[in-house]
């Protein structure tokens, strides 16, 4: 089985997926939920009627409050966006629903300031700069009686790094069609797939350490080529069997906050398994054949 052979249609897909999700990124933003930007979301429910969104938003207009986004729930709700509310502005909103449209009842209310979301946002992005610079160093020490041990440390952070773009490729696409959002769950879920991507490239990289001490001759893409073929078995069992099931059947029959946070774990834990197996290998043999010297030449002629 050639894997590293057709490594260039694998990097392919994986940048079209990127590009997809960057393009939607860049012409709607990025989906924040209120952990990060701050603000409040009010989830309601109205007794016997489905009143047209723009009703609401003539409500809050009323009251001053125009940065609002309304969304309907598949459960029949509505779930209102706005700016940070106290209990008064909360209590008047809630008076102003009732009153205009009719009897209300209050699904979930959660409330994040400015300063929480901030400190939110720096935390997240700290946790994976920190966590990334300490894999480098552990894999640098773990292979260190490997020949230029430092390129397998650089290559699972650019495996990370592809994990993390296909999650925020693949939240700007359920941002588009289901109105996913990036929130605290999403950060769990961001931290648990780069522990399982690790740990998966970790186990490929180890396996063509102990190859290259049993098959000297072997030139070192067919040695890498032979310790991807070696852990395939492991890594699809692993995944599939133990994990992929389980989070594919609490994103089908979950509730609805459960649902996006397991679509997004689904997702970037497939992801972690292509990435060491078809990204980082392959990655760390391009290093190894200087690719780069070829790209761009002209091919000679026959």
């Known amino acids: 089985m050639n894997i590293l052979g057709k490594r260039y249609y694998f990097f392919g897909l994986s940048l079209l997926i990127i590009l997809i999700g960057l393009g939607i990124i860049l ?4 989906p924040l939920s209120i ?10 429910r109205f007794a016997n009627q ?20 309304v969304q309907t729930s598949e459960t029949g709700s509505y779930i209102i966006r706005s700016r940070f509310l106290e209990n008064a502005d909360r209590d008047a909103v809630l008076a102003a629903l009732g009153e205009k449209i009719g009897a209300v009842d209050v ?3 959660d409330s994040v300031g400015p300063s929480i979301g901030k400190q939110v946002t720096s935390r997240g992005t700290l946790a994976v700069v920190v966590s990334s610079l300490l894999v480098v160093l552990f894999i640098a020490w773990s292979f260190r009686g490997v020949t230029h041990a430092f390129r397998y440390g650089i290559c699972a952070i650019l495996a990370m790094i592809h994990d993390v773009a296909i999650i925020f490729s693949a939240t700007a696409i359920g941002s588009l069609l289901w109105g996913w959002e ?17 740990q998966d490239t970790i186990v490929v990289f180890d396996r063509i350490r102990e190859n290259a001490n049993i098959y000297r001759r072997l030139d070192f893409e067919t040695l890498v080529n032979h310790s991807i073929v070696q852990t395939l078995q492991r890594s699809i069992n692993t995944q599939l ?8 059947a609490l994103a089908m029959f979950g509730g609805v906050t459960l649902r996006e946070f397991a679509g997004i774990l689904l997702i970037g834990l497939l992801s972690g398994t292509y990435s060491s197996i078809f990204i980082a290998a392959p990655i760390l043999v391009l290093w190894e054949n200087r690719e780069w010297r070829t790209w761009f030449r002209k091919p000679a002629a026959a």
């Open 182 to 198: 990036i929130d605290s769950l999403f950060l769990t879920a961001l931290l648990t797939v780069i522990g399982f991507s690790m």
């Open 241 to 248: 069997m133990t994990v992929e099931f389980l989070l594919l």
């Open 35 to 44: 952990d990060f930007t701050g603000g409040s979301l009010l989830e309601v």
């Open 50 to 69: 489905s009143p047209e969104t723009t009703r609401i938003y003539e409500v809050y207009d009323g009251l001053g409050i125009d940065d609002v986004q």
């Open 27 to 30: 012409f709607r933003g990025i």
């Open 107 to 109: 699904v979930r209310f």
